[in-house]
């Protein structure tokens, strides 16, 4: 749901400048409760029809059913664009709080409440088809309640993205609020506050998400003692308390002395102690081959570039206004590429790019561990637990069944390893080379 939820969140905030109809702010009220409405049914629906083919016992026509339904994230990203650009919701938002006011974050959290109860709808849908399809059980420790759940998901997948920025937009409103005069100060703070939160996140995600350390015995002792084979240096393991429900791990921090690795309860439970280790084993690949690093610049490289389609965007427009100034649709053709430009980079370059770094950590993991197999059955057993098709793929994963098959495949041959590492040594060049030529372009522009 992490993808779905950035990319409307982008919508929320980047609403296009042009009023599709006039109308009175009811009716907008009364558009938008109908899209939520509109939303709830889609996802019941879409929910109880798959649910019905795999209680029917066809795999084929379950798995169809399957991907179907996880379409319906879509849904939440287009009702998102209709409830911003069609009804309005963000003006009316904005003409809540008076100006003469300052009452921070109340104007964002109406902004964001039709997106926040489409995405709560579609959680609890998912559970229950995840429930159905046989995904990650409760043990002994029993199913966890709907309200439970989703108090979890949002907490692990809502709340990295949600706190931050609203923790940003208060700064940012506030500097605004209080320094007028000072055009950037705001920009100055939000970045500083950003630096902060990007150095200190192990510590925020660590009261964040439900963990505690793992206690002392023999897998802990296994797993700092690869940790120094390797000289993979981190301040703590923790054991991520997910209600049994997501086999995962997870390494945060960009120093050492603040890197904490997180493994979730029910891939503990259900893996062997060497199967964990493996699992380990790609969390400290991330960080041995620096892809942190390399995230980070992508960062810069976005913000970089970003002011530079933002200034080409504006140019487009004006230059559109003055060839057709009776033609509104050029009102929209900067906001418009804008939009387009960050849902390209995000959901196709950085996506392009995370896959190839998570294949190197794959391969740090197999080359590293005394028993190369436990890394992939490592992977089939999280696909399993995960109710998870083995051959669907992800935003930032390829599929279980594409990378347990590489893995044999560069195993057996040193042309597919060396591919491998070609690929991800000439994205780690693209992207140093990208974040000189972005912040080049601002100064010039």
Not at 6 to 29: D, G, H, K, M, Q
Not at 41 to 59: H, L, P, Q
Not at 118 to 133: K, P, Y
Not at 167 to 182: K, Y
Request: net charge positive.
């Amino acid at each position: 749901m992490l993808p779905t939820f950035l990319v409307s969140l982008l919508i929320t905030y980047l609403p296009l400048p042009l009023r599709l109809f006039e109308a009175a702010w009811p009716w907008n009220i009364a558009g938008v409760i109908s899209i939520v409405l509109v939303n709830f049914c889609i996802w019941r629906a879409g929910a109880a029809i798959t649910i019905g083919r795999i209680e029917k016992g066809n795999a084929i026509r379950a798995g169809r059913a399957l991907r179907g339904f996880k379409t319906l994230k879509f849904a939440v990203v287009l009702f998102t664009f209709l409830c911003i650009n069609l009804f309005q919701w963000h003006a009316l938002a904005e003409r809540v709080v008076p100006e003469e006011l300052f009452i921070p974050l109340i104007s964002d959290i109406i902004l964001l409440l039709p997106l926040l109860v489409m995405v709560t709808n579609a959680m609890a849908s998912e559970r229950r088809v995840v429930e159905a399809s046989g995904g990650s059980d409760a043990g002994d420790c029993g199913t966890p309640g709907l309200l439970s759940h989703l108090l979890l998901r949002f907490r692990m997948e809502l709340g990295i993205i949600l706190l931050p920025w609203l923790l940003l937009t208060l700064a940012s409103d506030t500097v605004v609020h209080f320094f007028p005069h000072h055009p950037f100060a705001h920009q100055w703070v939000a970045l500083g506050l950003a630096a902060t939160l990007v150095m200190f996140g192990p510590l925020f995600l660590r009261f964040l998400w439900p963990t505690s350390p793992l206690p002392p015995g023999p897998l802990r002792r296994r797993l700092y003692g690869f940790g120094d084979e390797v000289k993979f240096k981190f301040s703590n393991i923790f054991l991520w308390r997910t209600q049994m429900q997501i086999p995962n791990a997870a390494v945060i921090g960009i120093m050492g002395f603040l890197r904490y690795v997180f493994v979730t309860d029910v891939l503990i439970a259900h893996c062997s102690d060497e199967e964990v280790e493996s699992v380990f084993a790609h969390e400290a690949g991330h960080i041995k081959h620096h892809h942190f690093l390399y995230y980070f610049l992508l960062i810069i490289i976005f913000g970089s570039s970003l002011a530079v389609v933002t200034g080409v965007a504006s140019r487009i427009g004006a230059m559109g206004g003055e060839a057709f100034p009776a033609f509104a649709m050029t009102e929209i053709a900067g906001p418009a590429l804008i939009l387009l430009y960050i849902l390209f980079y995000w959901a196709f370059f950085f996506g392009y790019v995370s896959r190839r770094f998570e294949r190197e950590a794959d391969l740090f993991s197999v080359s590293n561990i005394s028993r190369p197999q436990a890394f992939l059955s490592a992977l089939e057993k999280i696909a399993a637990l995960s109710g998870r098709n083995r051959g669907q793929g992800g935003w930032r994963h390829f599929s279980i069944a594409r990378r347990t098959c590489f893995l044999r495949e560069a195993a057996a041959s040193e042309a597919t390893l060396q591919r491998a590492q070609r690929t991800a040594g000439g994205l780690k060049v693209l992207i140093a080379a990208l974040a000189a030529v972005s912040g080049g372009l601002v100064v010039l522009l």
